[in-house]
T-cell receptor
């Protein structure tokens, strides 16, 4: 089944404790993105990647890192999480830069 | 990207057609209209997109006015599982930030028995 998977789905952590949210897609898509969703602010793009080893900042990249060593994986790294990074995170992939995007199920992160 | 305006909420009776409007009066010639929906904090789901012709797929129909300043998403026989927030998004048909989608506030559709 074609899908985007994220892990973990739920995470509660404390300020400053490094964490990684994994994202994997099995559709051989070139493009992958990370979004965060907050009440009243909608979905905002954090980072995106056009292909392996090619990444760039989205609209809200501060406090996040990403890597794209393999086509299928696009992990989101929070080196030192803070409470303002408490949010619902979505990974997405698409075969080109403008076709329909496939979203993962989401990761709900709480930083205490 | 052109800005879109949608009603914040709508109700629809189960089995009836749901017609969700979207205004995009500043749309430019190379911009497509996309529709996504999000069911209660799940990942957004692509529904349909179009440029200027009406489009239909297994999920919905998209009607775009001749001047392209507005569009309507039609769910022909709404079910309770269609209860979701529906987003109308306008974006150009070219590479832009990895296909970044700008989600507005959308329309919260409630399908009632």
């Amino acid at each position: 089944e074609a899908q985007v998977t994220q892990n973990p789905r739920y995470l509660i952590t404390v300020t400053g404790k490094k964490l990684t949210v994994t994202c994997s897609q099995n559709m051989n898509h070139e493009y992958m993105s990370w979004y965060r969703q907050d009440p009243g602010l909608g979905l905002r793009q954090i980072y995106y990647s056009m292909n392996v080893e090619v990444t760039d900042k989205g609209d809200v990249p501060e406090g996040y890192k990403v890597s794209r060593k393999e086509k299928r994986n696009f992990p989101l790294i929070l080196e030192s999480p803070s409470p303002n990074q408490t949010s619902l995170y979505f990974c997405a992939s698409n075969p080109t830069g403008w076709n329909e995007q496939f979203f993962g199920p989401g990761t709900r992160l709480t930083v205490l | 990207d052109a800005k879109t305006t949608q009603p914040p909420s709508m109700d629809c009776a189960e089995g009836r057609a749901a017609n969700l409007p979207c205004n995009h009066s500043t749309i430019s010639g190379n911009e497509y209209v996309y529709w996504y929906r999000q069911i209660h904090s799940q990942g957004p789901q692509y529904i349909i997109h179009g440029l200027k012709n009406n489009e239909t797929n297994e999920m919905a129909s998209l009607i775009i006015t001749e001047d392209r300043k507005s569009s309507t998403l039609i769910l022909p026989h709404a079910t309770l599982r269609d209860t979701a927030v529906y987003y109308c998004i306008v974006r150009p048909n070219l590479y832009n930030q990895g296909g970044k989608l700008i989600f507005g506030q959308g329309t919260e559709l409630s399908v009632k028995p």
